[in-house]
């Protein structure tokens, strides 16, 4: 199985950025965190960060063409208004998508609040840390061994 971990906006900035927010642990560790992970789990992971809204959308349908069997994508800022990466996630269904916050979103300003992305995934982890992604990673493997 391969799952592939996107990174949207500012997610490389970890550990520097609002860390009262989104807390010390830097985006090596985060990367690290998910290496980890996929090894315990028994799956392959490749990671991608962008900062730019055409490359992930790039990056999604690369995904669909190399067979990929999940993704867990965190769009950062473009969660809340890139119609753009909602279509591109919709159209490489079947592919799950999940999609994860690392802060609470709904406890923050009222723009964070809606997400026009999550309505094309399979589902949503947010205000878990960074380990909102390895729970993501731990629901793509099971929904994948549910389906066969």
């Given at each position: 199985m391969k799952l592939l971990v996107m990174n949207g906006p500012n997610i490389n900035f970890l550990g520097i950025r609002?860390?009262?927010i989104y807390g010390t642990e830097s985006f090596e560790t985060l990367e690290k965190m998910i290496?980890?992970?996929a090894e315990?789990?028994?799956v392959t992971v490749e990671l991608f960060q962008s900062n730019g809204e055409g490359e992930l959308i790039d990056r999604l349908q690369e995904?669909?063409?190399?067979?990929?069997?999940?993704?867990v994508f965190n769009p950062g800022a473009?969660?809340?208004y890139s119609y753009a990466l909602r279509d591109a996630i919709g159209s490489i269904a079947p592919i799950p998508v999940i999609e994860v916050?690392?802060?609470n979103v709904h406890k923050r300003e009222d723009f964070r609040h809606v997400s026009v992305t999550a309505p094309a995934c399979l589902g949503q982890v947010v205000g878990l840390g960074l380990n909102g992604y390895l729970l993501a990673m731990e629901a793509l493997v099971a929904e994948s061994r549910k389906n066969g």
């Amino acid at each position: 199985m391969k799952l592939l971990v996107m990174n949207g906006p500012n997610i490389n900035f970890l550990g520097i950025r609002e860390k009262g927010i989104y807390g010390t642990e830097s985006f090596e560790t985060l990367e690290k965190m998910i290496r980890d992970k996929a090894e315990e789990l028994g799956v392959t992971v490749e990671l991608f960060q962008s900062n730019g809204e055409g490359e992930l959308i790039d990056r999604l349908q690369e995904a669909y063409r190399e067979g990929v069997d999940g993704i867990v994508f965190n769009p950062g800022a473009y969660t809340h208004y890139s119609y753009a990466l909602r279509d591109a996630i919709g159209s490489i269904a079947p592919i799950p998508v999940i999609e994860v916050h690392i802060s609470n979103v709904h406890k923050r300003e009222d723009f964070r609040h809606v997400s026009v992305t999550a309505p094309a995934c399979l589902g949503q982890v947010v205000g878990l840390g960074l380990n909102g992604y390895l729970l993501a990673m731990e629901a793509l493997v099971a929904e994948s061994r549910k389906n066969g």
